[in-house]
Structures are given as C-alpha cells and as structure tokens.
C-alpha cells in the first residue's frame, strides 16, 4: 500500500492493489485556545495603576487605625517610650534591680559580617547596671524562635565585645519574645531558659545568658497579677476592662502614637513599598505562569489533536487491510502523521 498525505487539507490518499483510489478528509481537532486581551495602552494601564495605588492606600489607612499593640511598628513606637520599657522590664525581670534605661534603640540593626545574617531588633535597650535587652513582638507562630533566640543572643554578644575584649567583660543579656500564640504548648504565661548541667539541674553554668517567651494566651497562674493583665491585653483584652494602670498606661500610648501623623507616614510608606515589592513580584510571576501555561496548552492540544487523527488514521488503514492488527495500524499511521512528507 503506498499512502500519500496533503499537509494543507490533512487528506490521506491510499492506493490498494486491485482497488480504487480511496481519499479520505481528517480534519484536526479544534483545540481550545486561550484567550489573550490584547494589551493595555499606555493610558490604561498609568490609570490602572493609579487606581490600585489608591485603593492600596485606603486600605492601609484602615488598617493602621485598627492596629493594635501586636503589629511590630506600633510596638517599637510605643516600646520605645522609656517609662514604657522600664516598667515593662520590671514586670518580666521582678529578680533584677534596673532603676532606669541607659540607652534605647527601635528597630536597630546589629550588623553581622559579609558572609554572616544581619538582624533587626524591635527593642535593644541597656540598664544603668550594664545588662543589655532585645524586646520582640511575635504575632505570628514560626516554628523557630528558640534558634532565633540563640542567634540574637550571639549577636548581642559580638555587639558588646570589641576585637580585644576579654569575655569576661559580657554583660548578662536577655532575649524576650512577647508571643501572642503560646510557642511551647504548656499553657504557662511565662517561659525562662537558661544553661543548666543535664545532670546536676540545680547547677546553673552562669553565662549571663536568658531567654524568656511570654504567652499572651496563657491559662494557669504562673505570673504577678499585673504582668498577667498585660499579657491579657496583648492577647486582645480590651483595656476598657482592664483596672490595671500599666495597661491604661500602654493603651494610651498606643492611641497617641496612631494619631502620629509622621509616624503614620513611615509606616504607611513602609506597608506601601513592601506591597509594591510583592505586586511586582506577582506580575514577573503571572507573566512567566501565563508565557509556560500557553506553551504547555499549546502543547498538549498538539499532542491530543495528533493522537485523534492518529486513531480515526489507524482505523480508516486498519478498513482497507484486514490483515492489520489495530496495533499495527496505530503505528503506521503515526508514520505518516509524523512523516516530513505529510
């Protein structure tokens, strides 16, 4: 049997012996093509961006009226306020006798070297007895905070201690997270760790090194009274309901630092870069997403489409051969399918 095949109207012509010429139309299959808009002009798309500038905006001028005392730039803020942080630290560290802040940093850098992770820290402060504090709002649960933890106190650490230091010349340091989630599952408002002997627990190994988590969805009695109504109002208590002065005293701080027009801009400026980052980010994605889908859609179609006129090939071959297996037939209409000659 020698079969010829018309690329432009995909027709096979077959020719048996004894037989009259036998032409058969197979037409390929109608794929479902995406459809693309064409793109916008100049025009549309400066208004298009205007107008999602504009409602990214709205709604971060909602969202910054509705924060609380969890979002980590209105903590720095309020944190910041040394009468704040002292009394803050008197309630977590009741053992310690610190009578004033020396120095305080909001959102500081400890740079690292070059091949070593920088970190910022929500509060860095010191005390008139020369111990140092890194302050953490933790609104969102990681899974990592003990590593974190370690890493922050080494990096106090190499903070404090020049190139010719002696080790001796640490000052103790502290590393608290207030956690609005209880990290270790027990139910405590209140977590310590320090370094202690495995088999002597009473034996401490006096680094100078604690690392404290502070639940603010905790359940037992574990903590003062006044600690614990602060911790309550993290966890979303409103302060109305609350007696405590130190949480009126926070809660105020917190709705003067919302009317803080320059502090409103800062942030509303940082939500908006960080949002501009991610919608870029998005349309490099969908951009790549839309340039692979259409290849691989076109792509299968192809793939199905020739599978479709392969059989309904196979079985017009298969009708002029009987001696044909369907297998047989299959593979030589594939042949001809695929053939430079089709």
């Known amino acids: 049997m020698n079969a010829g095949f018309c690329r432009s109207c995909l027709s096979i012509t077959s020719v048996h012996s004894n037989e009259s010429h036998a032409r058969r139309l197979f037409h390929p299959q109608e794929f479902a093509a995406v459809r693309i808009s064409p793109a916008p002009s100049y025009k549309e798309e400066k208004f298009m961006e205007q107008s999602r500038t504009l409602t990214l905006y709205k709604q971060l001028e909602q969202q910054w009226e509705s924060l609380t005392i969890q979002n980590r730039y209105l903590f720095a803020k309020v944190m910041g306020d040394p009468d704040n942080c002292l009394h803050f630290l008197q309630l977590v560290l009741p053992d310690i006798h610190i009578s004033s802040i020396e120095s305080i940093r909001t959102e500081g850098t400890?740079?690292?070297?070059?091949?070593?992770?920088?970190?910022?820290?929500?509060?860095?402060?010191?005390?008139?007895?020369?111990?140092?504090?890194?302050?953490?709002?933790?609104?969102?649960?990681?899974?990592?905070?003990?590593?974190?933890?370690?890493?922050?106190?080494?990096?106090?650490?190499?903070?404090?201690?020049?190139?010719?230091?002696?080790?001796?010349?640490?000052?103790?340091?502290?590393?608290?997270?207030?956690?609005?989630?209880?990290?270790?599952?027990?139910?405590?408002?209140?977590?310590?760790?320090?370094?202690?002997?495995?088999?002597?627990?009473?034996?401490?190994?006096?680094?100078?090194?604690?690392?404290?988590?502070?639940?603010?969805?905790?359940?037992?009695?574990?903590?003062?009274?006044?600690?614990?109504?602060?911790?309550?109002?993290?966890?979303?208590?409103?302060?109305?309901?609350?007696?405590?002065?130190?949480?009126?005293?926070?809660?105020?701080?917190?709705?003067?630092?919302?009317?803080?027009?320059?502090?409103?801009?800062?942030y509303m400026d940082w939500e908006m870069e960080k949002k501009e980052i991610e919608w870029m980010a998005l349309k490099k994605g969908r951009a790549e997403g839309e340039a692979k889908g259409k290849a691989e859609g076109e792509a299968k179609g192809k793939a199905e489409g020739l599978a479709e006129n392969t059989k309904a090939l196979a079985a017009y071959l298969k009708s002029l051969d009987d001696s044909l297996t369907m297998e047989q037939a299959m593979r030589k209409a594939s042949e001809i399918l695929q053939s430079k000659d089709v």
């Open 110 to 266: 400890i740079e690292a070297g070059p091949d070593s992770k920088s970190v910022r820290l929500d509060i860095l402060c010191s005390s008139e007895n020369g111990n140092y504090y890194d302050i953490e709002m933790q609104a969102q649960d990681t899974g990592e905070l003990p590593k974190r933890s370690r890493y922050y106190s080494s990096m106090m650490d190499e903070m404090q201690l020049q190139h010719s230091g002696m080790y001796k010349e640490l000052a103790d340091s502290y590393v608290i997270f207030l956690c609005s989630f209880d990290p270790f599952k027990r139910g405590k408002y209140c977590y310590v760790f320090r370094s202690i002997c495995v088999d002597c627990p009473d034996l401490e190994l006096g680094d100078g090194q604690s690392r404290i988590f502070l639940n603010a969805a905790g359940r037992m009695d574990d903590v003062p009274p006044e600690l614990r109504a602060f911790l309550d109002y993290v966890g979303g208590k409103p302060a109305g309901r609350s007696d405590d002065s130190y949480v009126q005293q926070i809660d105020r701080a917190v709705r003067r630092a919302k009317k803080n027009a320059v502090w409103r801009k800062q």
